[in-house]
């Protein structure tokens, strides 16, 4: 089973009409913006913060590690320029120089927040590339994202993010697929002959799934549960708390982000979880794996793993039992920037790919350093970006290519549709495959 191409491009077709569901942010004052943008500053700053905006030796080597730079050789994809009005506050607002910077230097405006959307939603994916290369170990990625939350702040999101994030803030949905439409696809399955587990009062695993799952990427679903019932662990899925994806994150709207998270963590203590297990979503991981306990402001009461890293460890314990794939091929594995650089989890997805024994090609960089996919932070939405998207999917696509494997894998929903998207406007024929669907087609009786 591959993606339904039949509800892709019904998918990118409502991206393209995205932006027209939302008004535009009218009715703030310049000095507001710039009132709302600070004030996410003087919250978000803190002193390892403070410590990085202070020790760039402006070498530059961040510019050759963002794929936006590399394609373009533009200069003002220098991801450290893209915290420009960050380090422009910090400097007159709270540095140790400030009574100094207050005379010589200007203070940040709304016109320039303005002007940084498209630096920091348009050409960063917040892959943290820039952050693992930096010598001096400045995590430019993690400033981004505040100057985000800035920008959004201020009124500048880009619309398409802006409406999905609207929509799963009064919703508790993305695009469009909540609970009756997670039920009918499960209803599916039922009538299908698949067992599904879904609402269960007690559960040891409850795994999250995106709207994408339910519009677009069926085949991960049903792979996911056919997977998990092999296991024969207790698991749910819970109709109250099955949304994997973060438009909160996405867009910077903290407070979006911390509903969404909290909806996941009352469903997961509700019904016992031991382990949440996130599907192939990579900013789910993050908003749960390292954000969470920090917004519920406590240890979370329960384990958070990515699916890849669940089902590697599932192998591992022996419960998981795959067979060799029918045909031997030769596949590529692309980790999404989420689950492998910011997460760690890189031996799992390849002891699953060695289970089902294809032959494994590995791209050229480390896998800590591989190149982002150009989709990554809500980019593969904003249809303002698409040029400089592809730009940037021709750092990944050249690596895939140098590798001669004949089949991407990807564990990340956002990120097979950034391939898919690319390697039609590239008109590159090459299959891209679930890394989830490759076991749940190959599980041993
Ligand atoms: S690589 Fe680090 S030190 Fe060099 S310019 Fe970029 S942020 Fe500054
Ligand atoms: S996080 Fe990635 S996309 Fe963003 S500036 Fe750094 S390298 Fe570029």
Redesign the pocket.
Known sequence: MSLNQESFQEFREVIRQLGETVQPVEGLTDNERVRRAKQVFLTRVHSAMAM?LE?????????E?CHFYAQTKNPKY???LKVEPLRQYYRRELGPHRWLFKLVSRDITAKMLEEWQELVYDSCTECGR?SM????G?N?SAMISVVRQAVAEAGYMPAELRAVEKEQNEKGTTFGAGPNELKAALQKMREDGVDVSIDKDKADVMVLISGFGINITQDALLATVKIMNHLGVNWTIRTDAYECAHFGMLSGREQTLRNSTQRVINAAISCGAKTVVTGECGYGYTALRWEGARRYGKPLPFTVMSISEFLGQQLQAGRLRVRKVPQQKSVTFHDPCKVGRIGGVFEEPRALLNALGVELREMADPVQTNWCCGGGGGVFLNNRAAPLRQAAFESKRSAVVETGAESVVVSCDSCRMTFEIGKANAHWEIPIESLVVLVGENLAD
Do not use: L, Q, W
């Not at 760039?56 to 510019?63: L, Q």
């Not at 290369?133 to 001096?136: A, G, L, N």
């Open positions: 990085d020790t760039c030796i402006h070498c530059g080597m961040c510019a590690a220098t991801p450290i820039c290369i930096c010598p001096m400045i430019v």
